[in-house]
């Protein structure tokens, strides 16, 4: 159990923190310089297109967090181990900042494109329900105090809000909406050139490292959260 | 050259306010967290530092993280 250690994964991660913000800012320089100077124009939407760069990685990311919280969840029910929820509660705030980030980009994108701040399309409303869940999620941990009840309540509001998950994802295909479809799928070919590819495999890159950067302060701030609690008992 | 890149065709504006949203939200909760953690460290700090020196002992010797996270399983739930 030595691996578990919270000393050593806290000092590590103290070490650590600095060379994921530099690599960040790396990775993100190299991605704006792709994004704004080297990658092409759209046929059709011209320089609009370059919204997409911040856009799609950010809904990206907060699909992805969202997802990974709900397994957490998941998990705590079953081997019922506090650290899952302390990661889980770590990485909320960044899924939750990467949603609105995708909502408000999104809703620029859509005045050039489709001549609207806001459609109450399947899209981006199941976003916005998203966005409702991260800040009920967020909320719940600020609210309730007694530590077993907040538990369960959060890790519910993440296994139920998992549901909408594939919604935000099919509703493209399922419904016909303003969205357009996936460009860039794992398992279908994609749609989108390597020229404007690549800048959007940098950019999600520094989204990620951005991320983990996030996860990494806000779960010392509760490890040490916790440690004040020890002393306090002493 | 700038202000055509700056202009965009006409796009500038909602290119560069995408960016700049994205990158003020970024340091936003980057500030936000990294205040919380400096928060913490202090309280901890403070904590520490006015421990009786037995008490300083004890929690030297719990090894608390350990305790907590480890194989931190709860009941209830």
């Given at each position: 159990m030595k691996f578990f250690n919270q000393n050593k994964i806290l000092n590590l991660s103290f070490r650590s923190q600095k060379i994921i913000l530099i690599f960040f800012l790396l990775i993100l320089l190299i991605g704006l310089f792709e994004a704004l100077v080297l990658s092409p124009e759209d046929y059709l939407q011209g320089d609009a297109v370059r919204i997409m760069y911040v856009h799609v990685p950010a809904a990206w990311m907060s699909l992805g967090i969202f997802s990974f919280i709900a397994f957490l969840s998941i998990l705590v029910f079953i081997f019922k181990n506090k650290n899952f929820i302390l990661i889980a509660k770590s990485i909320a705030p960044s899924g939750f900042i990467f949603n609105i980030i995708a909502l408000v980009t999104g809703s620029i994108w859509g005045k050039?494109?489709?001549?609207?701040?806001?459609?109450?399309d399947a899209r981006i409303t199941s976003m916005l329900i998203l966005a409702l869940f991260y800040l009920m999620y967020l909320m719940a941990w600020r609210i309730f105090e007694n530590k077993n009840y907040v538990l369960k309540v959060t890790s519910l509001i993440a296994i139920f809000g998992s549901i909408n998950v594939p919604i935000v994802k099919f509703s493209v295909d399922w419904w016909s909406t303003l969205h357009q479809p996936a460009s860039v799928n794992l398992i279908s070919k994609t749609t989108i050139h390597s020229s404007m590819l690549i800048p959007l495999c940098i950019m999600t890159a520094a989204f990620v490292l951005f991320s983990l950067l996030i996860f990494l302060m806000k779960y010392n701030t509760e490890l040490i959260k916790i440690k004040n609690k020890g002393l306090d008992r002493l | 050259m700038i202000y055509n890149f700056l202009n965009m065709d006409g796009y500038g504006l909602y290119v560069f306010s995408s960016f700049i949203f994205t990158f003020v939200s970024f340091a936003g909760l980057y500030l936000i967290i990294k205040s919380q953690l400096i928060k913490e460290q202090k309280k901890f700090k403070a904590k520490f530092g006015s421990l009786t020196s037995d008490k300083v002992l004890a929690a030297r010797s719990q090894k608390i993280n350990k305790e907590i996270l480890a194989a931190g399983t709860f009941s209830k739930i």
């Open positions: 050039p494109t489709w001549g609207t701040w806001w459609a109450w | -």
